[in-house]
């Protein structure tokens, strides 16, 4: 499984199915199977039963879809705030879309459907959450200016053992990693 993270905004659902596509492999989006296992949507599992009942959940969802069939994984913002699911990532090669604060917030700013953006502390969380992705990640990319067609070739590229990233601190210093 190849995963994708980093923060609301950054492109993981979007440049996650281009690189499926490309690949030809399945793609899973974390946040799609905790509403199909709730039965509800994200936004209403925080307002019924509230932040870290979400992130349990979300935290059984990624472990399983880890253990399963191969793919292209995007993940929540939120995934690496805990470090049980931060751990999980281990061993696995782990894409960070790096978007900037400005950036996020001109793309999803208004998401009703995201609740972490009505919190008044966003920009701290975006400034804490970055070196969280980072040290999580394999290879790290600049996700502000390009598009996601031309962020999956990227990694694309960098999968096949080319540039493509910034390299990152998850273990191996940005070297290709097998896409399984
Ligand atoms: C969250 C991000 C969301 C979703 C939930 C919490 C976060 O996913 O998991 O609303 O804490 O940043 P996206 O990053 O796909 O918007």
């Known amino acids: 499984m190849i995963v994708l993270i980093g923060f609301m905004g950054a492109g993981k659902t979007t440049v996650g199915r281009a690189l499926a596509g490309r690949l030809g492999v399945p793609f899973r989006d974390s ?86 953006l009505a919190r008044p502390d966003v920009a701290r969380l975006h400034a804490e959450r970055d070196p969280q992705y980072a040290a999580a990640a394999t290879v790290t990319i600049d996700a502000d200016a390009s598009k996601p067609e031309a962020i999956a070739g990227d990694i694309l590229t960098w999968l096949a053992g080319g540039e493509g990233g910034e390299g990152g601190d998850g273990g191996d210093g940005g070297q290709p990693a097998e896409p399984a």
């Open 31 to 116: 946040d799609l199977v905790i509403e199909e296992r709730a039965g509800r949507p994200v936004s209403q599992i925080f307002a019924e039963d509230g932040e870290p009942a979400f992130r349990d959940l979300e935290h059984k969802v990624i472990a399983d879809l880890l253990d399963g069939s191969d793919g292209v994984l995007a993940l929540g913002g939120g995934a690496v705030q805990r470090a049980d699911t931060r751990s999980l990532l281990s061993g696995v090669p782990v894409v960070y879309l790096r978007v900037s604060h400005a950036e996020a917030m001109r793309r999803v700013g208004g998401d009703q459907g995201r609740p972490m």
